[in-house]
Protein backbone atom coordinates (compact mmCIF):
# COMPACT_ATOMS: atom_id res chain seq x y z
CA UNK A 1 0.00 0.00 0.00
CA UNK A 2 1.24 3.25 -0.69
CA UNK A 3 0.54 6.58 0.17
CA UNK A 4 0.00 9.50 -2.55
CA UNK A 5 -0.14 13.33 -2.15
CA UNK A 6 -4.12 14.99 -2.70
CA UNK A 7 -2.44 17.92 -4.78
CA UNK A 8 0.64 15.52 -6.35
CA UNK A 9 0.16 11.98 -7.60
CA UNK A 10 3.98 11.89 -7.70
CA UNK A 11 4.30 12.70 -3.84
CA UNK A 12 4.99 9.26 -2.40
CA UNK A 13 5.20 7.27 0.97
CA UNK A 14 5.15 4.12 3.07
CA UNK A 15 2.37 4.16 5.95
CA UNK A 16 5.51 4.44 8.25
CA UNK A 17 6.65 7.70 6.24
CA UNK A 18 2.98 9.22 5.90
CA UNK A 19 2.31 9.39 9.37
CA UNK A 20 5.89 10.08 11.00
CA UNK A 21 5.28 13.40 7.77
CA UNK A 22 1.55 14.27 8.94
CA UNK A 23 1.60 16.27 5.75
CA UNK A 24 2.83 16.58 2.09
CA UNK A 25 5.30 18.96 1.43
CA UNK A 26 3.29 20.86 -1.03
CA UNK A 27 0.54 21.41 2.13
CA UNK A 28 -1.47 18.39 0.40
CA UNK A 29 -2.40 15.21 2.66
CA UNK A 30 -1.75 11.86 1.93
CA UNK A 31 -4.29 9.44 1.10
CA UNK A 32 -4.29 5.48 0.34
CA UNK A 33 -3.90 5.03 -3.41
CA UNK A 34 -6.74 2.94 -3.61
CA UNK A 35 -9.07 2.19 -0.58
CA UNK A 36 -8.65 -1.48 0.41
CA UNK A 37 -11.35 -4.12 0.28
CA UNK A 38 -12.07 -6.19 3.63
CA UNK A 39 -11.41 -9.69 2.59
CA UNK A 40 -13.31 -11.35 5.36
CA UNK A 41 -16.71 -12.02 5.29
CA UNK A 42 -19.85 -10.16 7.74
CA UNK A 43 -20.19 -13.09 9.41
CA UNK A 44 -16.36 -13.86 10.30
CA UNK A 45 -15.72 -10.21 11.46
CA UNK A 46 -18.66 -10.46 13.75
CA UNK A 47 -17.14 -12.84 15.52
CA UNK A 48 -14.03 -10.40 16.60
CA UNK A 49 -13.59 -8.67 19.15
CA UNK A 50 -12.51 -4.54 19.32
CA UNK A 51 -8.81 -5.59 19.15
CA UNK A 52 -9.21 -8.45 16.56
CA UNK A 53 -11.32 -6.09 14.52
CA UNK A 54 -8.79 -3.26 14.34
CA UNK A 55 -6.04 -5.80 13.45
CA UNK A 56 -8.03 -7.12 10.46
CA UNK A 57 -8.84 -3.04 9.35
CA UNK A 58 -5.56 -1.78 10.10
CA UNK A 59 -3.59 -4.30 8.92
CA UNK A 60 -4.81 -3.52 5.03
CA UNK A 61 -3.89 0.29 5.62
CA UNK A 62 -0.35 -0.21 7.55
CA UNK A 63 1.27 -2.82 5.18
CA UNK A 64 4.57 -1.71 5.72
CA UNK A 65 3.70 -2.41 9.94
CA UNK A 66 4.62 -6.05 11.04
CA UNK A 67 1.47 -8.51 12.72
CA UNK A 68 3.70 -8.42 15.80
CA UNK A 69 4.15 -4.47 15.78
CA UNK A 70 0.42 -3.57 14.82
CA UNK A 71 -0.86 -5.98 17.44
CA UNK A 72 1.60 -4.54 20.40
CA UNK A 73 -0.53 -1.11 19.45
CA UNK A 74 -3.75 -2.31 19.10
CA UNK A 75 -3.46 -3.70 22.75
CA UNK A 76 -1.52 -0.99 24.16
CA UNK A 77 -4.03 1.37 23.27
CA UNK A 78 -7.15 -0.35 23.47
CA UNK A 79 -6.88 -1.39 27.23
CA UNK A 80 -8.18 -0.57 30.53
CA UNK A 81 -7.69 2.95 29.57
CA UNK A 82 -11.26 2.79 28.38
CA UNK A 83 -14.34 2.69 31.02
CA UNK A 84 -15.61 -0.59 29.11
CA UNK A 85 -14.59 -3.77 27.04
CA UNK A 86 -15.93 -2.66 24.48
CA UNK A 87 -14.65 0.13 23.41
CA UNK A 88 -17.18 1.76 21.85
CA UNK A 89 -20.82 0.59 23.05
CA UNK A 90 -24.14 0.91 20.67
CA UNK A 91 -27.22 1.97 22.33
CA UNK A 92 -30.53 1.92 21.65
CA UNK A 93 -33.21 5.28 22.81
CA UNK A 94 -36.31 5.64 21.00
CA UNK A 95 -35.90 5.65 17.37
CA UNK A 96 -32.04 5.94 17.16
CA UNK A 97 -28.56 4.15 18.20
CA UNK A 98 -26.13 6.02 19.47
CA UNK A 99 -22.68 4.41 19.20
CA UNK A 100 -21.02 6.19 22.27
CA UNK A 101 -17.11 6.67 21.46
CA UNK A 102 -16.15 8.84 24.57
CA UNK A 103 -15.60 5.79 26.71
CA UNK A 104 -11.46 6.62 26.59
CA UNK A 105 -9.52 8.91 28.99
CA UNK A 106 -10.53 12.23 27.84
CA UNK A 107 -14.13 11.45 27.24
CA UNK A 108 -14.25 12.45 23.41
CA UNK A 109 -13.92 10.16 20.29
CA UNK A 110 -10.23 11.34 19.40
CA UNK A 111 -9.32 9.02 22.21
CA UNK A 112 -9.87 6.63 19.88
CA UNK A 113 -7.51 7.52 17.35
CA UNK A 114 -4.97 9.45 19.36
CA UNK A 115 -4.74 6.22 21.97
CA UNK A 116 -3.05 4.48 19.03
CA UNK A 117 -1.14 7.31 17.40
CA UNK A 118 1.76 6.97 19.69
CA UNK A 119 2.70 3.70 19.23
CA UNK A 120 2.28 4.30 15.37
CA UNK A 121 4.76 6.68 15.98
CA UNK A 122 6.78 4.88 18.07
CA UNK A 123 7.24 2.19 15.48
CA UNK A 124 7.38 4.06 12.27
CA UNK A 125 10.52 6.64 13.67
CA UNK A 126 12.48 3.17 14.48
CA UNK A 127 11.75 1.83 11.04
CA UNK A 128 13.02 4.64 9.12
CA UNK A 129 15.75 5.24 11.93
CA UNK A 130 14.50 8.28 13.16
CA UNK A 131 16.62 9.26 15.73
CA UNK A 132 15.62 13.28 16.21
CA UNK A 133 12.97 13.96 18.71
CA UNK A 134 9.48 14.07 17.28
CA UNK A 135 7.30 17.43 17.98
CA UNK A 136 3.86 16.64 17.83
CA UNK A 137 2.33 20.39 16.75
CA UNK A 138 -1.57 20.12 17.34
CA UNK A 139 -4.18 22.61 16.69
CA UNK A 140 -7.47 21.85 18.33
CA UNK A 141 -11.00 23.08 18.60
CA UNK A 142 -11.50 21.79 22.06
CA UNK A 143 -10.96 17.52 22.12
CA UNK A 144 -7.66 16.44 19.94
CA UNK A 145 -5.80 19.06 22.21
CA UNK A 146 -6.42 17.02 25.36
CA UNK A 147 -6.65 13.67 23.94
CA UNK A 148 -3.20 14.22 22.35
CA UNK A 149 -1.85 15.31 25.31
CA UNK A 150 -2.69 12.61 27.14
CA UNK A 151 -1.60 10.04 24.48
CA UNK A 152 1.83 11.84 23.79
CA UNK A 153 2.70 12.73 27.91
CA UNK A 154 6.14 11.26 28.65
CA UNK A 155 6.73 9.41 25.57
CA UNK A 156 10.07 8.67 25.05
CA UNK A 157 11.50 10.96 21.86
CA UNK A 158 8.45 13.31 21.87
CA UNK A 159 7.64 16.47 22.74
CA UNK A 160 4.09 18.01 22.64
CA UNK A 161 2.96 21.63 21.87
CA UNK A 162 -1.05 22.24 21.76
CA UNK A 163 -2.94 25.28 20.78
CA UNK A 164 -6.29 25.98 21.67
CA UNK A 165 -8.74 29.22 21.17
CA UNK A 166 -8.54 31.30 24.47
CA UNK A 167 -11.91 32.13 24.15
CA UNK A 168 -13.45 29.25 22.28
CA UNK A 169 -13.88 26.30 24.51
CA UNK A 170 -15.67 25.14 27.08
CA UNK A 171 -14.27 25.42 31.11
CA UNK A 172 -14.15 21.72 31.40
CA UNK A 173 -11.79 21.35 27.96
CA UNK A 174 -9.41 23.88 28.97
CA UNK A 175 -9.60 22.89 32.42
CA UNK A 176 -8.33 19.37 30.85
CA UNK A 177 -5.43 20.77 28.78
CA UNK A 178 -4.23 23.19 31.13
CA UNK A 179 -3.73 21.16 34.21
CA UNK A 180 -1.81 18.45 31.99
CA UNK A 181 1.14 17.11 33.49
CA UNK A 182 3.95 15.58 32.13
CA UNK A 183 7.70 17.37 31.16
CA UNK A 184 7.19 17.29 26.99
CA UNK A 185 4.04 18.74 27.05
CA UNK A 186 3.18 22.52 26.20
CA UNK A 187 -0.49 24.55 26.21
CA UNK A 188 -1.25 27.74 24.70
CA UNK A 189 -4.26 29.62 24.63
CA UNK A 190 -4.39 31.65 21.29
CA UNK A 191 -6.43 35.19 20.38
CA UNK A 192 -7.95 33.70 17.44
CA UNK A 193 -10.42 30.33 16.42
CA UNK A 194 -9.72 26.68 15.38
CA UNK A 195 -8.92 27.97 11.85
CA UNK A 196 -6.32 30.60 12.93
CA UNK A 197 -4.44 28.00 14.99
CA UNK A 198 -4.80 25.21 11.90
CA UNK A 199 -3.57 27.19 9.46
CA UNK A 200 -0.81 28.33 11.62
CA UNK A 201 0.59 25.03 12.07
CA UNK A 202 -0.04 24.09 8.39
CA UNK A 203 1.94 26.54 7.49
CA UNK A 204 4.78 25.54 9.98
CA UNK A 205 4.80 22.12 8.66
CA UNK A 206 5.54 23.31 5.15
CA UNK A 207 8.50 26.00 6.29
CA UNK A 208 11.89 24.42 4.97
CA UNK A 209 13.92 27.37 6.83
CA UNK A 210 12.44 26.83 10.37
CA UNK A 211 11.94 22.65 9.79
CA UNK A 212 15.96 23.45 8.78
CA UNK A 213 16.79 25.04 11.63
CA UNK A 214 15.17 22.06 13.89
CA UNK A 215 16.57 19.62 11.94
CA UNK A 216 19.44 20.87 13.48
CA UNK A 217 18.74 21.06 16.56
CA UNK A 218 17.55 17.34 16.38
CA UNK A 219 13.91 17.99 16.34
CA UNK A 220 11.45 16.71 13.04
CA UNK A 221 7.74 17.69 13.42
CA UNK A 222 4.94 15.80 12.89
CA UNK A 223 0.86 16.01 13.63
CA UNK A 224 -1.63 14.85 15.76
CA UNK A 225 -4.20 16.52 13.50
CA UNK A 226 -6.60 14.23 11.55
CA UNK A 227 -4.17 15.77 8.17
CA UNK A 228 -2.46 13.00 9.73
CA UNK A 229 -3.43 9.55 8.04
CA UNK A 230 -2.10 7.69 11.51
CA UNK A 231 -5.35 9.69 12.91
CA UNK A 232 -7.69 8.59 10.28
CA UNK A 233 -7.21 5.06 9.97
CA UNK A 234 -8.32 3.97 13.33
CA UNK A 235 -11.52 5.76 13.34
CA UNK A 236 -12.38 3.19 10.35
CA UNK A 237 -12.75 0.66 12.98
CA UNK A 238 -15.53 1.34 15.20
CA UNK A 239 -17.78 2.04 11.80
CA UNK A 240 -17.37 -1.97 10.81
CA UNK A 241 -17.88 -2.43 14.79
CA UNK A 242 -21.35 -0.76 14.99
CA UNK A 243 -22.39 -2.17 11.68
CA UNK A 244 -21.71 -5.56 13.34
CA UNK A 245 -23.37 -4.28 16.84
CA UNK A 246 -26.37 -3.38 15.33
CA UNK A 247 -26.81 -6.49 13.52
CA UNK A 248 -26.04 -8.58 16.99
CA UNK A 249 -28.78 -6.37 18.92
CA UNK A 250 -31.28 -7.96 15.71
CA UNK A 251 -31.77 -4.20 14.06
CA UNK A 252 -30.59 -4.88 10.67
CA UNK A 253 -29.90 -8.46 9.29
CA UNK A 254 -26.11 -8.69 8.31
CA UNK A 255 -25.87 -7.54 4.79
CA UNK A 256 -28.93 -5.05 4.93
CA UNK A 257 -27.51 -1.36 4.95
CA UNK A 258 -27.26 1.23 7.56
CA UNK A 259 -27.43 4.55 7.78
CA UNK A 260 -24.58 6.87 10.02
CA UNK A 261 -25.12 10.86 11.20
CA UNK A 262 -21.74 12.47 12.03
CA UNK A 263 -21.50 15.23 13.91
CA UNK A 264 -18.55 17.05 11.73
CA UNK A 265 -16.21 20.07 11.90
CA UNK A 266 -12.72 18.59 10.17
CA UNK A 267 -14.28 15.84 8.51
CA UNK A 268 -12.25 13.53 9.71
CA UNK A 269 -14.43 11.12 11.23
CA UNK A 270 -16.97 11.15 8.43
CA UNK A 271 -14.14 10.57 6.13
CA UNK A 272 -13.45 7.65 8.29
CA UNK A 273 -17.13 6.16 7.41
CA UNK A 274 -16.43 6.67 3.89
CA UNK A 275 -13.44 4.70 4.04
CA UNK A 276 -15.63 1.83 5.61
CA UNK A 277 -18.13 1.90 2.85
CA UNK A 278 -15.52 1.90 0.03
CA UNK A 279 -14.22 -0.63 1.87
CA UNK A 280 -17.58 -2.86 1.31
CA UNK A 281 -19.15 -2.09 4.59
CA UNK A 282 -23.44 -1.85 3.53
CA UNK A 283 -23.72 1.90 4.30
CA UNK A 284 -26.27 3.69 2.08
CA UNK A 285 -25.88 7.06 3.77
CA UNK A 286 -24.07 9.15 5.38
CA UNK A 287 -25.55 12.56 7.08
CA UNK A 288 -22.95 15.35 7.67
CA UNK A 289 -24.26 17.34 10.50
CA UNK A 290 -22.92 20.79 10.72
CA UNK A 291 -23.71 23.39 13.82
CA UNK A 292 -24.20 27.07 12.42
CA UNK A 293 -20.38 27.09 10.95
CA UNK A 294 -22.17 25.18 8.30
CA UNK A 295 -20.27 25.35 5.14
CA UNK A 296 -20.48 21.77 4.54
CA UNK A 297 -23.63 21.92 4.58
CA UNK A 298 -23.70 24.71 2.19
CA UNK A 299 -20.98 22.64 -0.04
CA UNK A 300 -23.13 19.26 0.19
CA UNK A 301 -26.08 21.26 -1.28
CA UNK A 302 -24.45 23.65 -3.83
CA UNK A 303 -21.06 22.43 -5.13
CA UNK A 304 -19.67 25.98 -3.50
CA UNK A 305 -17.33 26.38 -0.64
CA UNK A 306 -17.05 29.42 0.97
CA UNK A 307 -15.17 30.18 4.10
CA UNK A 308 -15.98 33.66 3.59
CA UNK A 309 -18.61 34.07 6.39
CA UNK A 310 -18.95 34.84 10.03
CA UNK A 311 -17.42 32.63 12.62
CA UNK A 312 -19.81 30.91 15.26
CA UNK A 313 -18.73 30.03 18.40
CA UNK A 314 -21.80 28.08 19.57
CA UNK A 315 -22.70 25.50 22.12
CA UNK A 316 -20.62 22.40 20.57
CA UNK A 317 -17.32 24.06 19.99
CA UNK A 318 -15.09 20.97 18.56
CA UNK A 319 -17.31 21.83 15.65
CA UNK A 320 -16.71 25.31 15.27
CA UNK A 321 -14.63 25.30 12.05
CA UNK A 322 -14.80 27.05 8.20
CA UNK A 323 -12.09 25.02 7.15
CA UNK A 324 -12.62 21.40 6.58
CA UNK A 325 -9.36 19.77 6.23
CA UNK A 326 -10.17 16.40 5.65
CA UNK A 327 -13.00 17.57 2.79
CA UNK A 328 -9.55 17.79 0.30
CA UNK A 329 -9.02 14.09 0.67
CA UNK A 330 -12.76 13.49 -0.20
CA UNK A 331 -12.17 15.72 -3.22
CA UNK A 332 -9.10 13.87 -4.19
CA UNK A 333 -10.79 10.57 -4.17
CA UNK A 334 -13.81 12.03 -6.25
CA UNK A 335 -12.18 14.48 -8.19
CA UNK A 336 -8.66 13.67 -8.31
CA UNK A 337 -5.29 15.77 -7.58
CA UNK A 338 -5.59 18.36 -10.64
CA UNK A 339 -8.99 19.33 -10.15
CA UNK A 340 -8.43 18.86 -6.07
CA UNK A 341 -5.24 21.37 -6.43
CA UNK A 342 -7.19 23.77 -8.46
CA UNK A 343 -9.57 24.34 -5.78
CA UNK A 344 -7.29 24.20 -2.59
CA UNK A 345 -5.55 26.81 -4.41
CA UNK A 346 -8.13 29.05 -4.68
CA UNK A 347 -9.41 28.52 -1.15
CA UNK A 348 -6.30 29.58 0.18
CA UNK A 349 -6.25 32.43 -2.28
CA UNK A 350 -9.82 33.40 -2.89
CA UNK A 351 -11.59 31.65 0.23
CA UNK A 352 -13.56 29.73 -2.12
CA UNK A 353 -13.76 27.47 -4.78
CA UNK A 354 -16.60 25.60 -6.67
CA UNK A 355 -16.74 22.05 -8.16
CA UNK A 356 -19.13 20.52 -10.18
CA UNK A 357 -21.47 18.65 -7.51
CA UNK A 358 -21.61 15.48 -9.13
CA UNK A 359 -25.25 14.24 -7.40
CA UNK A 360 -24.13 13.03 -4.25
CA UNK A 361 -26.22 9.83 -2.66
CA UNK A 362 -23.68 9.21 -0.56
CA UNK A 363 -23.34 12.00 1.65
CA UNK A 364 -25.53 14.79 2.39
CA UNK A 365 -25.65 17.76 4.90
CA UNK A 366 -27.43 18.70 7.31
CA UNK A 367 -27.58 21.25 10.23
CA UNK A 368 -29.06 22.31 13.54
CA UNK A 369 -29.22 26.04 14.93
CA UNK A 370 -28.27 26.22 18.35
CA UNK A 371 -32.19 26.34 19.49
CA UNK A 372 -32.50 23.20 17.42
CA UNK A 373 -29.33 21.70 19.15
CA UNK A 374 -30.74 22.65 22.89
CA UNK A 375 -34.02 20.89 21.78
CA UNK A 376 -32.91 17.66 20.86
CA UNK A 377 -31.37 17.00 24.29
CA UNK A 378 -34.54 17.77 25.81
CA UNK A 379 -36.32 16.30 23.88
CA UNK A 380 -34.33 12.95 23.84
CA UNK A 381 -34.24 13.14 27.89
CA UNK A 382 -37.71 13.45 27.72
CA UNK A 383 -38.57 10.41 25.82
CA UNK A 384 -36.13 8.68 27.10
CA UNK A 385 -34.29 9.89 29.68
CA UNK A 386 -30.80 9.44 28.05
CA UNK A 387 -28.60 12.52 28.24
CA UNK A 388 -26.52 13.17 25.38
CA UNK A 389 -23.42 15.97 25.10
CA UNK A 390 -24.45 19.02 22.83
CA UNK A 391 -22.46 17.84 19.47
CA UNK A 392 -24.18 14.44 19.70
CA UNK A 393 -27.22 16.74 19.86
CA UNK A 394 -26.82 18.35 16.63
CA UNK A 395 -26.42 15.15 14.94
CA UNK A 396 -29.52 13.75 16.38
CA UNK A 397 -31.55 16.74 15.33
CA UNK A 398 -29.83 16.68 11.75
CA UNK A 399 -31.05 13.35 11.83
CA UNK A 400 -34.24 14.17 12.50
CA UNK A 401 -34.27 16.87 9.57
CA UNK A 402 -32.75 14.33 7.32
CA UNK A 403 -35.71 11.56 8.04
CA UNK A 404 -38.39 14.91 7.85
CA UNK A 405 -36.67 15.85 4.10
CA UNK A 406 -36.54 12.34 2.87
CA UNK A 407 -38.77 9.57 4.69
CA UNK A 408 -35.71 7.46 4.62
CA UNK A 409 -35.97 4.61 6.74
CA UNK A 410 -32.78 2.74 7.17
CA UNK A 411 -31.49 2.29 10.50
CA UNK A 412 -29.66 5.24 11.77
CA UNK A 413 -26.57 5.24 14.07
CA UNK A 414 -26.02 8.89 15.71
CA UNK A 415 -22.03 8.92 16.20
CA UNK A 416 -21.88 10.16 19.69
CA UNK A 417 -18.71 12.01 20.12
CA UNK A 418 -18.43 13.38 23.56
CA UNK A 419 -19.43 12.45 27.30
CA UNK A 420 -22.12 15.09 28.53
CA UNK A 421 -19.93 15.96 31.23
CA UNK A 422 -17.76 17.97 28.57
CA UNK A 423 -19.97 20.48 28.06
CA UNK A 424 -22.12 19.80 31.53
CA UNK A 425 -23.13 24.04 31.35
CA UNK A 426 -24.96 23.58 27.95
CA UNK A 427 -26.29 20.02 28.48
CA UNK A 428 -27.93 21.37 31.94
CA UNK A 429 -29.06 24.76 30.80
CA UNK A 430 -30.97 23.27 27.56
CA UNK A 431 -32.95 20.72 30.26
CA UNK A 432 -33.56 24.12 32.21
CA UNK A 433 -32.83 27.29 31.74
CA UNK A 434 -32.43 27.89 35.32
CA UNK A 435 -28.97 26.13 35.28
CA UNK A 436 -28.03 29.19 33.69
CA UNK A 437 -27.01 30.89 36.55
CA UNK A 438 -24.92 28.21 38.58
CA UNK A 439 -21.41 27.49 37.50
CA UNK A 440 -20.41 24.64 35.88
CA UNK A 441 -19.17 22.29 38.51
CA UNK A 442 -21.44 22.05 40.65
CA UNK A 443 -23.97 21.10 37.56
CA UNK A 444 -22.05 18.05 37.13
CA UNK A 445 -22.83 16.98 40.32
CA UNK A 446 -26.93 17.49 39.16
CA UNK A 447 -26.20 15.85 35.81
CA UNK A 448 -24.59 13.17 37.60
CA UNK A 449 -28.55 12.72 39.68
CA UNK A 450 -30.78 13.42 36.69
CA UNK A 451 -28.60 10.75 34.43
CA UNK A 452 -27.68 8.27 36.26
CA UNK A 453 -24.19 8.36 34.81
CA UNK A 454 -21.85 8.54 37.38
CA UNK A 455 -19.35 11.27 36.75
CA UNK A 456 -16.12 9.82 35.54
CA UNK A 457 -12.94 9.81 37.41
CA UNK A 458 -11.06 11.17 35.01
CA UNK A 459 -12.78 14.78 35.78
CA UNK A 460 -13.73 14.37 39.27
CA UNK A 461 -12.59 17.39 41.13
CA UNK A 462 -10.88 19.02 38.07
CA UNK A 463 -12.11 22.43 38.92
CA UNK A 464 -8.97 21.84 42.04
CA UNK A 465 -6.35 20.60 39.88
CA UNK A 466 -3.22 23.08 39.77
CA UNK A 467 -3.09 24.82 36.61
CA UNK A 468 0.41 24.68 34.97
CA UNK A 469 -0.22 25.77 31.51
CA UNK A 470 -0.17 29.71 31.30
CA UNK A 471 1.14 30.97 28.17
CA UNK A 472 -1.05 32.85 25.93
CA UNK A 473 -0.61 33.95 22.41
CA UNK A 474 -1.80 36.27 19.29
CA UNK A 475 -2.94 34.20 16.20
CA UNK A 476 -0.33 35.57 14.58
CA UNK A 477 2.75 34.75 16.47
CA UNK A 478 2.35 31.50 16.17
CA UNK A 479 5.23 30.65 14.45
CA UNK A 480 7.78 32.65 16.43
CA UNK A 481 6.00 30.74 19.69
CA UNK A 482 6.74 27.80 18.06
CA UNK A 483 10.22 28.98 16.95
CA UNK A 484 11.74 30.59 20.62
CA UNK A 485 10.04 27.71 22.52
CA UNK A 486 12.10 24.88 20.74
CA UNK A 487 15.01 26.87 19.40
CA UNK A 488 16.06 28.89 22.49
C1 LIG B 1 -13.60 16.70 16.84
C2 LIG B 1 -15.01 16.55 17.24
C3 LIG B 1 -16.04 16.53 16.28
C4 LIG B 1 -15.77 16.71 14.81
O1 LIG B 1 -15.03 15.66 14.25
P1 LIG B 1 -14.24 15.88 12.86
O2 LIG B 1 -13.48 14.64 12.64
O3 LIG B 1 -13.36 17.08 13.10
O4 LIG B 1 -15.28 16.15 11.83
C5 LIG B 1 -17.34 16.33 16.72
N1 LIG B 1 -17.62 16.20 18.03
C6 LIG B 1 -16.66 16.23 18.98
C7 LIG B 1 -17.06 16.08 20.40
C8 LIG B 1 -15.33 16.40 18.62
O5 LIG B 1 -14.37 16.42 19.57
Redesign the pocket.
Known amino acids: MKYIGTRDETIKATASQAILKGICPDGGLFIPSRIPKVNKSLSDLSKFSYQELAYEILRLYLTDFTEQELKYCINNAYDSKFDTQQIVPLVKKGDALFLELFHGKTL ?3 DIALSILPYFMKIAAKKNGIDKEIVILTAT ?4 GKAALEGFANVEGTKIIVFFPEDGVSPVQKLQMTTQEGENTCVVGIKGNFDDAQSAVKSIFTDKELSQKLEQKGYIFSSAN ?1 INIGRLVPQIVYYFYAYLQVAKQGEIALGDTLNFT ?10 AGYYAKCMGLPVNHFVCASNDNKVLYDFFRTGKYNKNREFHVTI ?1 P ?2 D ?1 LI ?1 S ?1 LERFLCHIMGQQKTKECMTKLQNEGNYKIEIVQNDEISGEYATEQETYGAIKQIYEQTGYIC ?1 T ?1 TAVAYAAYQKYKNRTNDNTPMVIVS ?2 SPY ?1 FTKDVMVALDENNQNEDAFALMKKLQKVSGVTIPTVIQGIEKRKIVHTHVCEKNNIKQFVSNYLLK
Open positions: AFKSGDTSVPTGNFGDILSSMISNDHTAK
